[in-house]
Every structure is written in C-alpha cells, then in structure tokens.
Antibody, heavy 115, light 107 residues
C-alpha cells in the first residue's frame, strides 16, 4: 500500500517561501500524478497543482504565479514551493496521488503564516 | 473554473437512517466526479470515483449516482463512524475543484 508523508516547516514568515516535501513509500513515484492540495482552517479543499514523474506540471491559475512543484525520482519525493506567502496561505497542506480523483493522501501538515 | 455546489449542509440524521447528499456542477462534467469523507484532523478518504464506482475497501452502504451536472451520494443504514464531512470533486477539467463540504451530524 502506497503511503505519503509531508514534511517541512510549520511556520513561515510573511513574504517568504513555503517549502514542503512529500515522501512516497510502498511504491515508485515513477508512475501516476502527484498533487498538492490545501485546506485553510475550517474551510474547504483547494487543489494547488500536480506533477508527473517526468516533470510535467499543471497548476491552479489562482496560485500559478507563486507555485513551483518539482520531483526527485531518485529520492521518491516531490516538493512544493509557494512564494510571497501571506496569512491567507495558512492551511493544512496535503500531498496526494491521482490524475482525476485522489486515491491516496498524506496525513497533512499545518503551515502557519502569521499576520 | 467549474464550481461545485453541495446541498444540504449540515445534514442531521440518526444511526440507521438513509441520507442523500447532492452535488451540482456549474457545467457538464460527464461522470468525472469523486466523493470523499473527511473526519476531524484527518485527510480526506476517497469513497466513490467516476461518479458511481465504489473505491476498494469502502462499505457497500455508500453509493453514488448521476452524470452531467447533478450527482448524489447516498449512505444507507448510517453507522456511527459515518458522521463526518463529505466533499465532492470534479475531475473533468483543470483546475480540479471541490464542493464546499456537507457536515453529516448526529440528530
């Protein structure tokens, strides 16, 4: 059974860059699509973007100017960078696998940007 | 972007009841729809994919139907562990978008 685990700082200062990594175990990252999804406290889910193992990406236009998703197949990891963060970027960030629906999810990691 | 609207919210029900949650897409998404269950402090769990296909390991009391713009998630014979928040998600186009969620509460 594939498992995903997010890691990274839980606190990011305003205007700085949020950086998270998702480590995939129980299967190779060299197939499927790998996603980042976030959920602000008490709110709904927002798809940030995805990456294929060959590096092809697709981003949510609402965040595209600030987002970079990358993959490291040698480490079975993919990463998220979100620049120029504000308090509005405070959320639980999830990594997930899937192209259409999302079949496997990490447990999520809370990232706080103080106002 | 495709807007996904869920109703009703919240839903109050009792153990043993049958409940139906609806999801409407702002445009035709064929059957590109998933349903998720989320419990507090946990990641969402995929229940239904392709509008009506039960994900492996999900109890058969969960079922999904619909196509085009209108979809339903039905939970038969509610169990205590079913009280949670449910989200729909369209997979027809990018960006992927989710409904606002339906909180299923114990009556």
């Amino acid at each position: 059974q594939v498992q995903l685990q997010e890691s990274g700082p839980g606190l990011v200062k305003p205007s700085e860059t949020l950086s998270l990594t998702c480590t995939v175990s129980g299967g190779s990252i060299s197939t499927f699509y790998w996603n980042w999804i976030r959920q602000a406290p008490g709110k709904g889910l927002e798809w940030i973007g995805h990456i294929y193992y060959n590096g092809n990406t697709n981003y949510n236009p609402s965040l595209k100017s600030r987002v970079t998703i990358s993959v490291d197949t040698s480490k079975n990891q993919f990463s998220l960078k979100l620049g120029s963060v504000t308090a509005a970027d405070t959320a639980v960030y999830y990594c997930a696998r899937g192209w259409a629906e999302f079949y496997f999810w990490g447990q999520g990691t809370l990232v706080t940007v103080p106002s | 972007d495709i807007q996904m609207t869920q109703s009703p919210s919240p839903v109050s029900a009792s153990v043993g009841d049958t409940v139906t949650i609806t999801c409407r897409a702002s445009q035709d998404i064929s059957n590109w729809l998933g349903w998720y269950q989320q419990k507090p402090g946990k990641a969402p769990k995929l229940l239904i994919h392709g509008a009506s296909n039960l994900q492996s390991g999900v109890p058969s009391r969960f079922s999904g139907s619909g196509s085009g713009t209108d979809f339903t998630l039905t939970i038969s014979s509610l169990q205590p562990e079913d009280f949670a928040t449910y989200f729909c998600q369209q997979a027809n186009s990018f960006p992927r978008t989710f409904g606002q969620g339906t909180n299923l509460e114990i009556k």
